[in-house]
C-alpha cells in the first residue's frame, strides 16, 4: 500500500496494464512528451514505447473514430480526452460507433476501448474546463461509465475498465487530481465495475453520490453528526449501476438525497431517483431530493461556489427530508 | 506532395480513344474482374427488384459505382481491410461474404450481421465519413503490429465536408497509415451537387492539405481503378503512407429507393452516363480483346442470377428475428436488467 | 382549418414564419431544390428565394456553427438535421456554444436558432435513421426542447421555436410525418412552450408522454377501457417542462406510467419520474413506473417491434400500477 | 487557388536583409501600430505577473503572438469582426475594449462578459476550432445582408486537425464568405509539435482543398501580417470569398501558465526566436527609419502600463459577483424552477 495522490493512483494504474498486456495503449493529445496536461500519463512513453503512448493530432472524434479502427487490428486502447468539454466532439463516434459496433457483428467483435478524462468544477478554471458530462454518455446504449471518488478506486476502477470487454468511460474527478491522497494497493488492483461502495455507514439517511461529490456528501455526514446519521453510498459504476446496493441502502434508511454536480435537468441523480420512484416506492418515507448542479452553463469560476453542490445544500437537503 | 489531376483512363471507346492495357493483369484476372463486375450488377439490379416487391426494404442503389468497387478490391490482398459506406452495401460478395447476409441487412434481419474479421470487411457505414477514422486506425493498427495489412475506405464526394473525413485523413497522414482514401465522387450527395459541397477544384485537392499523394480516376473504368489502388497499396505496403484516390463519376441511379431524383438532375445527363455505364465499357473492351464470345457472357451473367435467386431465399426463409437479439449482443456480459427486460417484454407479447 | 399530415404542418408553418419575418431562414442537407429528403422545407426555396433556404454541405457540426454566426449577423436560422443519429455531430456546437453564448454575453446577444429533426423509430429504416435523442438535448443547459404529437402542435410549437428569442430543438416524429392527418389552423399559428396538453381526460391513471409515444399512449387507453380511466398527458414542451400539468395530473390520479422511445437510462422519463419523487410523493399511489426503449442500440427493423414501447407494454405497466 | 508557399516579409534584420515597406501606411500608422504591440505585449507581461501574483487566474500567454494580432486587426475596419481563441484574448483591445474586461475573463469574473456586438468582437473560444464556422456563418451573414463586413478568425496551428476548423473552412469556402482564416502557426499546440499534427508541408497546403487561396507570412513581422491581410480583405469584399494566411512564428513561452514546456521544447531554439521577437523587431524597424526615439518609446511603454495598472485596479474593484448571475442570462426568460433555486441558494448561503 502506497499512499498516492488520485492522479498518481491513475498514472499507476496505466503502468500495471500496459506491463500486463502487450495490447494496451494509450493515445491522445499531449499524453505522450509531456506525460498529459494533468501528468496521468507520465512516464508511459519512457516505458512503452511511443507506439504505446501516442501523442494524437487535435481532433477527439478522431481519437476516439481511430481507436475504433485500433480494436479491429487487436488494440486495446486507452484514449484521453485533455478535459470534459472537449470531449463533446467524440459523442458522435461514441454514440454511433463505439456503442452500437459489438452488437452489429452480433457479438463477434469485441471494442475494449477506455475512454478517459477529468471532468469538474471547482478548480478556478477558464471557461470550459469544468463540465460534468456523465449524463451523455450514461445514456449512450453499449457504453459503461465508471467515476472514481478515491485514489485506490481511480486505479481499480481504471484497471477494470481496460481489462473490460465493452467500452468504458471513466470520469476522474480533476478537483482531487493533486488534493487527495489515499492508500492505494500496490500491483495489479483491479475495482470490479458494477458494485457500490457504503462510504459511510448510517441509518436515517442515505445521501447518493460518485466522482468528487462523494467527499462532499462525506462532509455533510460530519456536518450532521447529532442531528442524523447519514449513510453515504458512493456509487462508483454509473452503468451497470448497482441496484442492489442503493436498493438496501434505502431499505434501511427511508430517506435519500442525490448528489450531481451536473446540470439538474436529465442527470444523472434523476435516473437514480426514477429507479427509486419505480422499486422503492413504499421504502420511501418521504420525497428523493436532488441536490445538483443548475441548468445552467457552467459559470466563469467566481461564481463556480454559488454553482457547485455544497456541504451546506447537502446538509440543507438532509435536513428538509428529515423535516418532511 | 504529388496531386495528379489528369483522370486516369485504360478502356478506350472502340472509336477514336484506344484501349489501353494493365501490366501484370492476364486474361482470367480480366474475367474475374468482369465475373465481379456481374456479379454486383446482378446483385444491384435484383436489390432494385426486390425492393418494389416488398422483399428488402430501402435500398442505396449502386448501380454504375460497380467498378470502382470491383476495380479498387481486385487490388487488395485477403488480409486487407474493406471499409464500405452504404453505397458499398455488397462489396463483401467479392470476398466470399453470401449475398443472403447482405440482403438481410437491407432486410432490416439479424442475420445481416457479420463478423468483420471473417471477411476483413467491416459492418456498413451508415453515417457519412465517420469510417474513415476506423480505417486510418485499423491501418495504423497493423502497421504497429508489423503486419503487412493495408485498409481501403469508401466514401462519397459529400463525405468530404464532414469533419470525421478531414479527421481521420489527417491521422492518417500523421500516422503514416497504410490506407486507401477512396472518394466516389458521383457528383451528389442525395440533391446537393458537388459545387455546393465544395469549392476545391478537385476533390483530390484535398489530399493536399493532409500530405497525402492523389490520383484520380475515370471511377467507369475498372482496369485504371485497379491501376491506382494497385499503386496505392504498394506505397501503403511500402511504408509510405496513405493515398487519395478520387474516382469521377455520375450518378445515374437515384441516391437511393426513397429518393426521386427529376426534381433536381439533368435527365440528358444521366441518360450520357448511362450510355457510358461501367459493366457495358468492360464488356466492350474485353469483345475488343476477344475474350467475351456470348456463351460466356450468359453463363456468368446466368450465374450470378441464379445466386441471388437462391440468395434472397435464403433471407426469406430465415425465421423472425427472437427478440432476445434486441438484448443479445449489446454487452459482453449483459447487465441483470436485461433478463428482467426480456422477460417482461416475451409475458407482454405472450398476453398480446 | 386545413386537415394537414404532420410534415405538411411543418412545411405550412416554415412558410409563415419566413413569410412573418425577414430575418428567418432554413438551411440543412437538401432542403433546397429539393426540399428536404421528408419535403419538409418544400416549395421554401421558390418562395423566398436561395438565399433564404439553403443546401448546405454535408456537415452538421458546420451547419450548427454556421448558425451560431448567423443568429450574431442578424438571422434567426431554422436549421435541419437531416435525421435523429446523423445530429450527433453538432451536440459540440450545441453544448459548447448554443447553449453558452447568450449567458456569455451577459444576455446581450440572442441566438434565437431553431433546430429540427425527424426523430423516432417505427419506420422501416435502415440502421440509424430511427433514434431518439431528446435526452441529449434536453440535459444541454441554454436549450429548449420541444416535441410535437399532432399536426397542429408541429405547426405551432415549431412557430413558438422560430419566435423564441433562445435556441430550441424540435424534434419530429418521423412515424406520423405523413400517416397523420390532424386539422391545422390557417396563417399564423404559436402554440406556447412550456404548456402541456391533456390529450385525454382520466382519473385511476396519468400516462405521460410525447411526441410518438402519445398515439400510443391514446390507444393504450382506449385499449384499457373499461379497465381503467386513463388520462393522457402530452408534455409537448420537455424543456421548460410544464411541471404544473403534471403534478396536477398526478395529484388526480395518484398513478404514473411515463412513456419515453429512447433508451430508459437516464432518458426524459427519468426526469420525469424524478420530478413525481421530488413533489408528488404523497400523491402517489404506486411506484412511477417506466415504458420505455431498452438500454440498447436501436435495432435493425425486424426487431423494432419488440424494441419499441407498444401499446400492449402500456397497458401492460396500467394494469401492474392499478394491481400494485 | 493560389498557394504561396514563400514567407512573405516586410522587416529586415538591420544587417544583410534590407527592410521593406508597405505602401499606404505613412509614419503615424506605423506609430499607431507601435502602440498596439506594446500594448498588447504590455498587457500580456503584465498579466503573467498578475498570475503569479494571484490576481488572475489561469492565463494563456501570448508574448511574441502581438504582431499577428496587431497587423491583421490593423487590416480591418471596425465594422469587421474578429474571433479571438484564448490566444488572442485581449485583441478586444485594439477596438477600445477596457483592459478590465480582459482581466476581469481571466479572474473569471462575469465582468468579463461583453457583447460581441459592442466591439465587433466575439466571445473568447476556448475549445479548439469551433468559432471557425461561427466566423463564417458571420461574414455569410454580412454578405446574405448586403453589408460590406467580413470576418478574421483567429486560430492556432493544431486547430486545423479539428473537424470544426475543415468544416467552418469548407462553408466559408462554398459560401465565399468573406472571412480571412487566419492560422498563428506557433508550431505547438500545448506540446505537439506541428510534424505530428499534419504530415502537410505547410498549413497554407490546406486551404487547397477548400478552394481558397492562401498566403504564408513571417508571423512576428507585423507589417507583412498587416499587407498580407489587407489583400484578404479586399477579396472578401470584392466577393472573391475566404482566404487563408499562415503566419509563422514559434511559441516562445509556456502554452500558459499551468504548463511547463521545458519538458518538451528546445531552449536553444526558444531563445532564438526571442531574440527575433517582434516588438523588438518591429522597434529596429522604426528606428532605422528614425521614427521612435527614445523618448516616445517610454511614452507608449509608460502609458501601457498606466494603462493596466488602471485596468488591474478597476478589474479588482469589482465586488464579488451575485449568485444571481448564475441564473440571469442562461435564457431570455428564465424558467420559473431558477427563482426556487436562487431562492434556496441564498437561504442555505444566508444560513451557512
Ligand atoms: C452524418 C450524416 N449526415 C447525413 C446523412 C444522410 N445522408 C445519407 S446519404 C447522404 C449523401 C451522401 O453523399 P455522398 O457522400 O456523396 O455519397 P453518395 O451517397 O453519393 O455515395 C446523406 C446526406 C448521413 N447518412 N450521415
Ligand atoms: C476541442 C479542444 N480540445 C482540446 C483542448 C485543450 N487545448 C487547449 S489549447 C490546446 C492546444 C492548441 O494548439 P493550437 O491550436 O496550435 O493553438 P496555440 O495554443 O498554439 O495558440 C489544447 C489541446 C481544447 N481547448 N479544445
Ligand atoms: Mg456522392
Ligand atoms: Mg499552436
Known sequence: MGELTLVEAINDALHHELARDPNVLVMGEDVGLVGGVFRATAGLRETFGEDRCIDTPLAEAGILGTAVGLCMAGWRPVCEMQYDAFSYPCLDQLINHVGRYRWRSGGKMEFPITVRMPYGGGVRAPELHDDSPEAYYVHTPGVKVAIPSTPADAKGLLAAAIRDPDPVVIFEPKLHYRTMRGSVPDGEYVVPLGRARVAREGSDVTVVAYGAMVPLAEQAASALAGEASVEVLDLRTLKPLDEDALLASVAKTGRVVVVQEAPRTCGYAAEVAAILAEKAILDLHGPVLRVTGYDVPYPYWKLEDAYMPSVARVADAVRRLLAF | ?352
Chains 1, 3 share one sequence.
Open chain 2, 1 to 352: 506532395m504529388r496531386v495528379e489531376r489528369d483522370l486516369r483512363r485504360v478502356i478506350g471507346d472502340g472509336e477514336s480513344l484506344p484501349d489501353g492495357e494493365v501490366e501484370g493483369l492476364d486474361d482470367a484476372d480480366l474475367l474475374e474482374l468482369y465475373r465481379q463486375l456481374v456479379l454486383l450488377r446482378t446483385y444491384d439490379e435484383r436489390s432494385l427488384v426486390y425492393h418494389r416487391q416488398g422483399r428488402i426494404g430501402t435500398y442505396a442503389i449502386f448501380w454504375n459505382h460497380e467498378a470502382m468497387q470491383v476495380g479498387a478490391v481486385y487490388a487488395l490482398s485477403d488480409d486487407d481491410w474493406i471499409f464500405p459506406s452504404y453505397r458499398e452495401s455488397a462489396i463483401g460478395l467479392l470476398r466470399g461474404m453470401p449475398a443472403a447476409t447482405v440482403l438481410s441487412w437491407w432486410r432490416g434481419h439479424p442475420a445481416g450481421w457479420w463478423n468483420p474479421a471473417d471477411y476483413n470487411v467491416a459492418s456498413i457505414c451508415v453515417p457519412i465519413g465517420t469510417h474513415v477514422p476506423h480505417a486510418a486506425g485499423l491501418a495504423w493498427g497493423k502497421k504497429l503490429r508489423g503486419e503487412s495489412a493495408c485498409a481501403v475506405a469508401f466514401f462519397g464526394d459529400g463525405a468530404t465536408s464532414e469533419g470525421s473525413f478531414h479527421e481521420g485523413a489527417n491521422f492518417a497522414g500523421v500516422l503514416k497509415a497504410p490506407l486507401v482514401l477512396f472518394c466516389n465522387n458521383n457528383q451528389w450527395a442525395i440533391s446537393t451537387p458537388l459545387e455546393l459541397q465544395t469549392a476545391a477544384e478537385t476533390l483530390a485537392d484535398k489530399a493536399v492539405g493532409y500530405g497525402i499523394p492523389a490520383a484520380r480516376v475515370d471511377g467507369a473504368d475498372v482496369l485504371a481503378v485497379y491501376e491506382a489502388t494497385r499503386e496505392a497499396v504498394a506505397r501503403a505496403r511500402a511504408g509510405e503512407g496513405p493515398t487519395f484516390i478520387e474516382a469521377v463519376t455520375y450518378r445515374a441511379a437515384p441516391h437511393a429507393t426513397a429518393d426521386d431524383p427529376s426534381v433536381y438532375i439533368d435527365p440528358a445527363r444521366v441518360e450520357e452516363e448511362r450510355r457510358r455505364e461501367c459493366v457495358g465499357r468492360f464488356e466492350g473492351y474485353l469483345r475488343r480483346r476477344g475474350l467475351l464470345p456470348d456463351e460466356l457472357r450468359e453463363q456468368v451473367t446466368g450465374e450470378a442470377a441464379q445466386l441471388m435467386r437462391e440468395a434472397i431465399a435464403a433471407a426469406e426463409a430465415e425465421p423472425d428475428p427472437d427478440p432476445e437479439l434486441v438484448f443479445a449482443h449489446a454487452y459482453a456480459a449483459p447487465p441483470a436488467s436485461f433478463d428482467h427486460d426480456l422477460a417482461e417484454l416475451r409475458r407482454v407479447l405472450a398476453d398480446g
